[in-house]
């Protein structure tokens, strides 16, 4: 009599195979880390979006004489929406946003404002004069500020 060898894996083979497939896909995810690039990219956006509102004010400014907008407060206050009909408790910058020369509108924080017609985004000024506008909402612990 002849043996049979019959043709396959075994069981003891495929379950090895999947084991190694799972943990080289559990390596790439971690690897990856989906939502700390998520977070990554939006706070490059807000980086992006302080830098703007603060170069607008300050050309603004230039433009003015050295002049800020008046509406820009001691301490650090969210930044109203362009053409939001009620800015009460938050900080307008129409001055800046009413005839697109120095930015069309005031960016919005990815995650959006705080208030219901905020930006996410704070303006302050000190005592000398020097804007600092923030992205409070910055993640992945990183401080997102910008000061001239």
Not at 81 to 100: E, F, Q
Request: aromatic fraction near 4%; charged fraction near 15%.
């Amino acid at each position: 009599m002849r043996a049979v060898h019959k043709k396959g894996f075994t069981l003891l083979e495929i379950l090895l195979v999947v084991a190694a497939i799972g943990i080289l896909a559990g390596i790439v995810i971690v690897a990856i880390n989906p939502a700390r690039q998520l977070a990554q990219t939006r706070n490059a956006n807000r980086s992006s979006a302080v830098d703007t509102i603060l170069n607008a004010v300050w050309q603004y400014a230039i433009d003015n004489n050295g002049n800020l907008p008046d509406t820009i407060p001691n301490t650090p206050t969210e930044i109203c929406k362009t053409g939001a009909s009620d800015c009460t408790g938050l900080v307008d910058l129409s001055v800046i946003t009413s005839s697109g020369r120095y930015i069309p509108s005031i960016p919005i924080d990815p995650q959006g404002g705080t208030a219901a017609n905020g930006t996410g985004y704070t303006i302050s000024k000190d005592a000398n004069n020097r804007v600092t506008v923030s992205a409070p909402k910055a993640e992945l612990g990183v401080t997102i500020t910008a000061t001239k």
